[in-house]
């Protein structure tokens, strides 16, 4: 299927997007960006525009979606586009937190109702979850042995909510940094490697 096909017209004309991304606490750098200006010689790219082409079956079986590889490739804004399309074709709730602030979030929860309600997010009530840079803390850091990543990947594993991963690491560091994931990954996780030729720059549709 060509890129096109895939990203054009979106079904849901009449979406806000100025509030669906304010609510989905999507990036602005990366909103504007535009897949189908990927360089053709990426050899991920072929399988990004599969899995958004597949993505309504995939979505229903909670399937989701981990971008890896060096820093400064675009994994970012591949998964927010990824997630602009998951809203847009399926009207789905969708949500992004990098991976740093959620010790942030679990430390002060449930102090206010904002950050019970930011919590619920991360768990289940958004059903297309992006979480940025997972594994980015250091080797000492006690946060990802601890239950509240475990939490939020197992809520949703049971729950067959699709979410999308990025990380500045190999899998198999990925995996050993956050041992849930590596014990669920085979079974709802698609895996890309991100390399060259970067990308990352948002760019208009001409």
Known sequence: MRPREVL?????????????????CIP?????????????TAPYKTRIFDY?????ELEKAGFGLILYGEQGTGKTTIA???MKEAMARGAVR???????EIPKLAIRRPDTAYDESVWDQLRGSAQFLVIDDLGSESEESSFWDDRTI??????????????????????????ERVPRLGKIAGDCYATIEVSEPKWRAPAQVV
């Open 52 to 56: 958004i082409a597949k993505m309504h």
């Open 28 to 40: 602005v750098r990366a909103w504007d960006a535009d897949l189908r200006l990927i360089p053709d």
């Open 150 to 175: 475990r939490e939020i990947l197992s809520s949703r594993y049971n729950n067959a909510l699709p979410t999308l991963i990025t990380a500045n690491l190999s899998l198999a560091t990925l995996y």
């Open 8 to 24: 054009d017209p979106l079904p849901n004309p009449d979406i806000v997007w100025g509030r669906a991304r304010a609510h989905a």
């Open 94 to 100: 969708g949500y992004f937190v990098e991976a740093a």
């Open 80 to 82: 927010v586009q990824v």
